[in-house]
């Protein structure tokens, strides 16, 4: 399974930007999408989850500024970030929990290769 993200980019604050992460790969179906980030000097953490369902957990810290959604049919998973604040200048990853390739299920957890977001006047 490959992840690969996009999007990235510089933003003044207050303003906006959407992150895509195709899944690719022999995929059937795809259990948990998400997306979590990581500042210098910080550990990486949770950004938003959305399950096949499409129930989803944000961190506190992107409430209201912030909607993760998915399209199962293209393995697709988005986050649109508005509000944008400079706190939220981080490498954005997206990871994908357990999937289905048709035949066997696969309860792991796979990484994209991350895309910067800068927010800075």
């Known amino acids: 399974v490959q992840l690969q993200a996009s999007g990235g980019g510089l933003v003044q604050p207050g303003g906006s930007l959407r992150l895509s992460c195709a899944a690719s790969?022999?995929?059937?179906?795809?259990?948990?999408m998400g997306w979590y980030r990581q500042a210098p000097g910080k550990q990486r953490e949770l950004v938003a989850t959305?399950?096949?369902?499409?129930?989803?957990v944000y961190a506190d810290s992107v409430k209201g500024r912030f909607t993760i959604s998915r399209d199962n049919a293209r393995n697709t998973v988005y986050l649109q970030m508005n509000s944008l604040k400079p706190e939220d200048t981080a490498v954005y990853y997206c990871?994908?929990?357990?999937?289905?390739?048709?035949?066997?299920?696969?309860?792991?957890?796979?990484w994209g290769q991350g895309t910067q977001v800068t927010v800075s006047s």
């Open positions: 959305i399950t096949r369902g499409g129930n989803t």
């Open positions: 790969g022999r995929i059937f179906s795809i259990n948990v």
């Open positions: 990871s994908i929990t357990g999937y289905n390739d048709g035949t066997y299920y696969y309860n792991q957890v796979d």
